[in-house]
């Protein structure tokens, strides 16, 4: 067998291999193996990268490189449907159909409402070409290379299985349960905001610049919809999914042709219960007339098409009991209480934590230790106490009142004016903070140390080898491995890791010292103005307030930060390491005020500079880069494709629009 030949049939074997696991949820070969498979491969494509091919298996990992998403157009408007929320509201869409269709005889196809980000694929002779998110129904953003890294995706359709030249299947990109879960608890440990709810999480990772980071958070699909020039004018939908799923798409769970609205109401009140066992989110049904024919009998109104409508579940609630409320301390000092429950079952996952967000939200439940509490993800998916039943309340319960001492170090806690949580002010010697602030330290947007997690922080800071950030700058692989040699690769990537960080500028320096209640986009701002830490640790009240975005409650955290003693220390140490401590000659040389005082949003592609080398420049020049346009906006430096909505919104604020060229000469 040739090298090609071999390459060929590998492909072919995985492929199949990923459709049996990941479409029909039936592995006919164990991990073992189809690693090996996959690494033979891989060996094979870097030994003749004449075979090169992008829908190859080995190329669903992703790639590291950044990347701009191109707004292109939908060949067919990508509509949204109308919302029910009642039985009544689907026997009058019933009743709607049937009169617009003079009587005729139809059928229903229902079908599971998933809850993540709608897609629109294209295949030309059976392999994808093209991924589009929905955008406004007009047009949308191509993110094709991330759609690739999704396994449940085909990236060539079954040979053989008789699919038509070209055409087009819609769908909806979902993030699983146990991929949020486990991507949420992850964001936890690096006391990032978590994801409220697993189609956020799915539009944030399809969004990524990143197509590694697509592949490594676990996406799903499930397509519900084909159309194309060569699917038969006079097929029937749920008859044409049955074909898709032939061609090796994963297609809607449960379908059902309806024959009679008594069915329909049937479908709905099995799936209510039902859907809580599925390993995705959903929030209803979706009824669409069967008949292709048909539909386009009834049309469109404006907004949406006639002969579909989708229904809405109502949010889900349960009720457990109240065992006990725990408080944890976070990177920053806040202290969230944590309500402690009898587990239950609650859309897809067993619930027994819930937070309780602050002393207010507390207070405003009036909880009792026993209390009977009703639970709630709905949208928000991260569970929270709604409220209790009092009816239920034992006599004597003991009422729930907020601590007043750290429960990890002793500190009695503050609260900060205009500030909802309670804080521990003991920053420098509060265990959970100090193991908080190194993670802080070490995370992507501030010194990026890949080599190092929360889980290995830990094991230093329990082992003795840390007690501080600036400690990491002291590590050596024989104290990282201590008397496992095994270990002596991966404690050669933390020390270089850590090494590595000396070039990080100024600015992230700032961020990652983590001086509470400054944020990367403040950190930026204080770093360009006082243009040193020198300066900076010296800086009064009055001085910080002059910072564009500065307030009385982050100027007062920073001139505090410096006047402790340990945190001082700790700056010391860190520029004795050789850590960046101000502003590089090239950043000082560039620097001006040409766009002081002006907020900029960027919208569209751009041919001359990327969007990252725009944002840098606004920022450069003085100017604040934010994400939506408002009556505050100065104004849109706009590329090519801006999209429309923007487009409307600035033109109905009178926001002005400048051009690639013009900025350009607007900072010259």
Not at 192 to 213: H, I
Not at 358 to 370: K, P, Q, S, W
Not at 469 to 494: E, F, H
Not at 586 to 615: C, M, N, P, W
């Amino acid at each position: 067998m040739t090298p090609k030949e071999e390459i060929e049939q590998l492909r072919k074997e995985l492929e199949r291999h990923n459709y049996n696991y990941y479409v029909l949820n039936k592995p006919t070969v164990s991990d073992y193996d189809f690693d090996q498979m996959m690494y033979r491969l891989q060996d094979l494509e870097t030994f003749y990268p004449q075979y090169a091919d992008v829908n190859s298996p080995t190329q669903r990992v992703g790639s590291d490189l950044n990347q701009a998403f191109t707004s292109v157009p939908h060949k067919y408007p990508m509509l949204s449907l109308a919302n029910t929320y009642s039985e009544e509201e689907v026997r009058e869409f019933y009743e709607r159909v049937k009169e617009g269709l003079g009587g005729e005889e139809f059928d229903i196809c229902a079908e599971m409402k998933y809850d993540g980000l709608s897609i629109s694929l294209t295949y030309i002779d059976g392999v994808l070409t093209q991924a589009v998110t929905r955008g406004d129904g007009v047009r949308g953003d191509d993110v094709t290379a991330n759609v690739r890294t999704i396994k449940s995706i085909p990236l060539r359709l079954r040979e053989g299985s008789g699919y038509p030249h070209e055409f087009e299947i819609r769908g909806e990109i979902l993030m699983p349960w146990t991929s949020f879960e486990k991507l949420n608890e992850e964001r936890a440990k690096r006391e990032e905001t978590l994801f409220a709810n697993p189609r956020n999480a799915a539009s944030g990772t399809l969004k990524s610049q990143s197509s590694r980071v697509v592949a490594e958070r676990g996406l799903d699909a499930y397509l519900y919809y084909l159309l194309g020039d060569e699917i038969p004018a006079d097929g029937c939908h749920y008859e044409n999914l049955q074909k898709a799923s032939e061609w090796g798409f994963k297609i809607s769970q449960g379908m059902k042709k309806c024959k009679t609205l008594d069915e329909v109401l049937e479908y709905i009140r099995h799936w209510d219960v039902e859907r809580k066992n599925l390993p995705v989110a959903t929030d209803g049904i979706v009824l669409k007339v069967n008949s292709l024919r048909q539909q386009r009998h009834l049309g469109y109104t404006a907004k949406s098409p006639r002969w579909a409508i989708a229904y809405k579940f109502k949010a889900e609630r349960v009720c457990t009991r109240l065992n006990e409320v725990t408080y944890q301390v976070g990177r920053t000092g806040a202290v969230t209480p944590v309500a402690n429950m009898n587990p239950v079952q609650l859309a897809g996952t067993v619930v027994k934590r819930a937070s309780l967000h602050n002393a207010d939200v507390m207070e405003e439940l009036d909880l009792h230790i026993g209390d009977m509490v009703y639970v709630e993800k709905g949208g928000e998916i991260i569970p929270k106490v709604v409220g209790v039943d009092k009816e239920q309340r034992q006599e004597g319960a003991e009422k729930v009142q907020f601590i007043r001492i750290c429960p990890e170090c002793g500190a009695e806690l503050v609260r900060f004016e205009g500030e909802a949580a309670h804080y521990c002010p003991n920053d420098s010697s509060c265990p959970p903070q100090i193991k908080g602030r190194i993670e802080h330290f070490i995370s992507r947007k501030a010194m990026n140390i890949e080599s190092l997690g929360p889980e290995t922080v830990d094991d230093y800071y329990q082992r003795g080898l840390i007690h501080d950030v600036a400690d990491l700058y002291t590590l050596d692989v024989a104290q990282i491995c201590g008397y496992n040699r095994n270990r002596v690769k991966s404690a050669q990537k933390v020390v270089d890791g850590v090494a590595s960080t000396r070039n990080v500028p100024f600015e992230r320096v700032v961020f990652a010292i983590g001086i509470r209640f400054v944020g990367e986009t403040t950190a930026k701002l204080i770093a360009r103005y006082f243009k040193s830490m020198d300066v900076l640790r010296n800086a009064t009240v009055e001085q910080l307030l002059e910072v564009d975005g500065v307030g009385k409650v982050i100027a007062e955290s920073v001139v505090k930060f410096f006047q402790d003693p340990k945190n001082a220390e700790i700056v010391d140490k860190l520029a004795n390491y050789g850590l960046q401590m101000r502003l590089s000659d090239e950043q000082l040389a560039g620097q001006t005020d040409k766009l002081a005082g002006k907020s900029v949003v960027i919208s569209g592609v751009f041919s001359k500079h990327s969007r990252d080398e725009y944002k840098a420049m606004i920022e450069q020049h003085g100017g604040k880069n934010v994400g939506s346009i408002s009556k505050k906006t100065t104004f849109v430096l706009a590329g090519e494709n801006m999209g429309p909505a923007k487009l409307e919104k600035a033109e109905k604020l009178g926001v002005q629009i400048v051009s690639e060229d013009e900025f350009l000469e607007m900072i010259v």
